[in-house]
């Protein structure tokens, strides 16, 4: 029974841990953008250079991974107060996703080392793995049937404002974010997501068959008399 409850609570909190492990990664993989620039020309089409839109690019990172650094001032592009704004409520939610890995990684490994000295199947694993893809499969349908409408619905149900419609004359940051990055950006957690619960099954199915052999049957004994050598009367 205990071992019942214990699966229910860690069930959600291994899906909430695939989902935020994957925005996470996903925001720190600078080269993304960086094989973008060139990939939708961002340059070419922001009117500035590349070293311009790197360095500028990078400070915006910086100030969303850092949890102590809170105020954003790009190296040579303005900023109005909207933009502030929107940026400040944008760090705050990817703190929650961060906040969300400081709670669910160490529940997760203590949790293993339990079952691993309880001998105890990680169920858990087996459900989480195959309950986030569903997850992923909602997401992939929304940005497959329209990408620019969900992505209008995402910032639509997240915040409270329109801030997030920049003005490219006071906020030009917005030039070298294009729509197409976020695309991809999407892609890449769809992606980093499906692995993670791939992974989750695999180990599961390791555990499952380490647990198997360890309680399998006991070898059959042959019945007294029993052979080709028995004699007969």
Known sequence: MLKKIIEIILVP????????????????????????????EIAEESGYSEAEIRENYDVLIDYNLSPRQDKLEFPTLPMSREGEIHFREVKAIFQLFLWALVVSIPVLIIAGIWFYRNKWEPVFLKWAGMLTPLFILL??????????????????????????LFDPATDPVIT??????????????????????AISVFIWKKCAKAAGGRHGRLPKTRRKGSGRNEKTL
């Open 139 to 164: 997401v992939g349908l929304l940005i497959a049937a329209d990408w620019d409408r969900a992505f209008v619905l995402f910032h639509e149900l997240v915040f409270r404002n329109d801030y997030w």
């Open 13 to 40: 909190v291994t899906m909430l841990f695939l989902i935020s492990a994957a925005v996470y990664l996903t925001l720190a993989c600078r080269p993304l953008y960086y094989f973008d620039i060139q990939y939708l």
């Open 176 to 197: 070298i974010l294009p729509d197409t990055y976020f695309l991809h950006c999407a892609v890449l957690i769809l992606v980093l997501i499906a692995a993670g619960s």
